[in-house]
């Protein structure tokens, strides 16, 4: 990377960090309250490494061969790695041990798999339960009437430890940026506070990205995932999951 491009990542970062606490703050919330998870798909390990030292404190990571090619880069140095994208099970394997939290858990039988291997690793690995929230046949994630029952079920894996909820929504709408499904999100998550279980804490409502993040915090997010806003437009291309 040029100094100039080091730069221009460092105002984008900083950009992005103000429009969290703006938002915060018109929430009445506290902007310190609010994980900035920056979305590092399709950047190279430099790229990543600069962001951290920009102020990147979490790294999410959507690819699993991509992740491990950047951990053996030591590209997330200094930060808190987690996974984010879709995840197949005979590639859970693969992060256990690398990452704190993988929020895409999106079945009961990938939720089992994650137990599995982290019990096989004598560890116990946070996750997040996703929800398909828009109710999508084209994303993974449990429908928001199956949550419940997926809760009580992984709850009895000692080696799992719930921390929260994810979801996706459908691409955001330019004038409501996901209101409905963000604040319908939320209310799944509040209901989901009062039910005590083994194993799980609902600490975390992952939800908003670089369109729409700043509603998703004002409907109670206090996780974001973000790429576009602080790498810039991504050059997509055909890649292995």
Same mark, same amino acid.
């Given at each position: 990377m040029t100094e100039q491009e080091k730069i221009e990542l460092q105002d984008r970062i900083?950009?992005?960090?103000?429009?969290?606490?703006? !938002? !915060? /703050?018109?929430? &009445?919330?506290?902007?310190?309250? $609010?994980?900035?998870?920056?979305?590092? +798909?399709?950047?190279?390990?430099?790229?990543v490494r600069a962001a951290i030292q920009a102020g990147i404190r979490v790294c999410g990571e959507n690819r699993v061969q991509e992740l491990l090619e950047k951990y053996e880069q030591n590209a997330y140095e200094g930060a808190d790695l987690q996974f984010i994208g879709t995840l197949q099970t005979n590639k859970? +394997?693969?992060?256990? &041990? +690398?990452?704190?939290?993988?929020?895409?858990v999106g079945s009961v039988h990938l939720g089992e798999a994650i137990a599995k291997a982290a019990e096989?690793? &004598?560890?116990?690995?946070? $996750?997040l339960l996703e929800v398909n929230i828009g109710r999508e046949a084209a994303k993974s994630g449990l429908p928001p009437e199956e949550l419940d029952d997926a809760v009580a079920r992984l709850s009895e894996k000692k080696s799992l430890h719930i921390r929260g909820?994810? !979801? $996706?929504?459908?691409?955001?709408? /330019?004038?409501?940026?996901?209101? &409905?499904?963000f604040n319908e999100m939320h209310q799944v998550f509040v209901d989901n506070l009062t039910k005590k279980y083994d194993n799980v804490d609902m600490d975390y409502l992952s939800m908003g990205m670089t369109n729409d993040f700043e509603t998703a915090i004002a409907c109670g997010a206090n996780m974001v995932r973000i790429g576009t806003a602080i790498f810039g437009a991504r050059p997509y291309q055909i890649v292995s999951p």
């Open positions: 900083q950009s992005v960090q103000e429009r969290i606490a703006r !938002a !915060a /703050e018109r929430a &009445g919330r506290d902007p310190q309250d $609010i994980i900035l998870v920056a979305a590092s +798909k399709m950047n190279d390990a430099e790229r859970v +394997k693969y992060l256990i &041990g +690398k990452v704190s939290l993988i929020q895409s096989k690793h &004598g560890i116990r690995q946070d $996750i909820l994810m !979801a $996706i929504p459908p691409v955001a709408d /330019e004038t409501t940026k996901n209101l &409905g499904y």
